[in-house]
């Protein structure tokens, strides 16, 4: 009988006969802008995601998360097994060009603000991405245990720790007791191969269903349609395969390096993290601590909740498009700027 | 199956708003345990005088790097006398190292500069190092693992 009901009221709400099946929503037309590439932006980042799930998934096979043992099998994974470097590679190149995109995507969405009305949504799962993937991002290299890493974890949890009233125990928890040891080792590696990818992988699912279900942003002047398959299947798949290429050719030009092993007792004199966390290392180096870590959290926060201050700037009458515009440019500005000045220091 | 849909009174309301807030605590005093068997608690804090050797054994104007029982401290031999500072930099706790050109403590991280009396002067450390006692019996130096 409860069947009976819902079945009513899906009868209800649509003409008879209309209901949806799953060839609908396969076949479902899309915008003609979606063949624009600017607008194509975000199905970039879901195939390097399955690409780093997998590449990840063999590392695990060869990984030791443990102290003494996690350099030497990098180290083995990059000389010793077979294409061991270029799994490895094709793991470190992905992060990269993940990232890359997530940030263009992020800067065409914020550019056109498809975030408006109806689609907060959207910008916020897809807002928590880029976070919980940066957090990917800086657990997976604390795993290669060599100097970088075994400072920037330092660097990071400590940062953590200043936080007000959660931040001790908050180190505690990352750290597994008072110093970067094992422990803390052992705990990012959980994050970094467990707890975070489900998070991630739910957090993109709830992305995607999330833009199916509202629908893509109305831009002025795109009219005609096109089915999601075959054509704009075939679009994506042609973009992974020129993908692929470019991560296979990436990882045979600049295969991947190690650098020195961890030292507990001495600061490598180059502590520069990856570059996509260049900017904000160079931002805690030129400013002090509490003005750095609150302004980093309270950026972090802004740029979730952006679509709810748009809406109240609106109605105040703000020309948003320009704002959006100003800003975006001068945070892209500052970031290429604090990026120079890192790779001068 | 036929359901019975009577208004929900007032008793009814209460005993499951009871019921629904007795789940909610008790899950949530669950979930707060599990969070404390995560965040380990703090070891005890070992105080205590350590030798380090005799005073000649710090040349003027250097600095010895020790490792003591996890704190990482430098021994320091000025005009002043000798002082052992803690090598956690204060901003976020990389390791300082001794500049004996500068007469300077330096944090590579990010520029974290102290002088030789510990004083942060440049770059983001909030504070000065922190500071070991170093007692002097006889000949030799002894220094108190519990920064003053
Ligand atoms: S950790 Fe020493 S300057 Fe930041």
Not at chain 1, 33 to 59: E, K, N
Not at chain 1, 111 to 117: D, P
Not at chain 2, 10 to 33: E, H, I, P, Y
Not at chain 2, 46 to 70: F, T
């Amino acid at each position: 009988m409860a069947s009976e009901v819902s079945q009513a009221q899906v009868e209800g709400d649509q003409p008879v006969g209309q209901s949806k099946s799953w060839i609908d929503y396969i076949q479902k037309d899309l915008p003609e802008h979606l063949d624009w590439w600017p607008y194509t932006l975000g199905a970039i980042p879901l195939t390097l995601f399955g690409l780093l799930v997998i590449t990840g998934l063999l590392l695990t096979f060869y990984y030791v998360p443990s102290p003494d043992k996690a350099y030497e099998s990098i180290e083995q994974i990059t000389n010793e097994v077979y294409l061991g470097w270029f799994v490895r590679g094709v793991h470190k190149f992905s992060v990269d060009l993940m990232i890359l995109f997530l940030l263009f995507h992020v800067i065409r969405v914020f550019l056109t603000r498809a975030y408006q009305a109806a689609g907060e949504l959207k910008w916020i799962t897809g807002s928590v991405v880029l976070l919980v993937t940066f957090a990917m991002g800086f657990t997976g290299y604390s795993l290669v245990y060599d100097n970088v890493s075994y400072w920037g974890m330092t660097v990071v949890t400590s940062m953590l720790g200043n936080l007000p009233l959660v931040g001790t125990p908050l180190l505690y928890l990352l750290r597994g007791g008072e110093e970067v040891s094992g422990g803390t080792l052992l705990r990012l590696y959980d994050l970094h191969t467990k707890l975070l990818p489900v998070l991630l992988g739910g957090l993109v699912l709830g992305h995607v269903i999330v833009v199916r279900l509202v629908g893509f942003v109305d831009v002025p002047g795109s009219r005609s349609f096109h089915p999601f398959y075959p054509e704009h299947t075939m679009l994506m798949g042609a973009v992974a395969v020129g993908l692929l290429v470019l991560i296979v050719d990436l990882v045979m030009i600049f295969p991947p390096v190690l650098g020195p092993p961890a030292n507990p007792q001495e600061v490598a004199s180059d502590v520069s993290p990856p570059w996509y966390f260049s900017a904000p290392y160079m931002w805690i180096t030129l400013l002090p601590g509490p003005v750095a870590l609150w302004s980093l959290l309270g950026a972090a926060g802004l740029f979730v909740l952006y679509p709810f201050v748009d809406r109240i700037l609106v109605q105040r009458g703000w020309p948003m498009a320009i704002i959006n515009a100003v800003v975006g440019a001068a945070v892209v500005g500052v970031v290429v700027v604090l990026m120079i000045l890192d790779t001068r220091m | 199956m036929a359901v019975i849909h009577d208004d929900i009174g007032r008793r009814r309301f209460l005993s499951q708003a009871v019921m629904g807030f007795g789940l909610l605590f008790g899950l949530g005093t669950l979930a707060l345990r599990f969070i404390q068997f995560l965040v380990p608690s703090p070891g005890p804090k070992r105080v205590g005088a350590v030798l380090i050797g005799a005073e000649s054994r710090v040349p003027m104007g250097e600095a010895v790097s020790l490792d003591l029982s996890g704190h990482k401290i430098l021994v320091l031999r000025t005009d002043e006398g000798v002082v052992a500072f803690s090598r956690r930099c204060t901003d976020l706790g990389c390791l300082v190292s001794w500049n004996k050109e500068r007469e300077q403590f330096l944090c590579p991280c990010h520029q974290g500069v102290f002088d030789k009396t510990g004083r942060n002067i440049a770059g983001p450390p909030p504070r000065p190092l922190d500071r070991f006692e170093v007692v002097k019996r006889g000949e030799h130096l002894y220094v108190s693992i519990q920064s003053v």
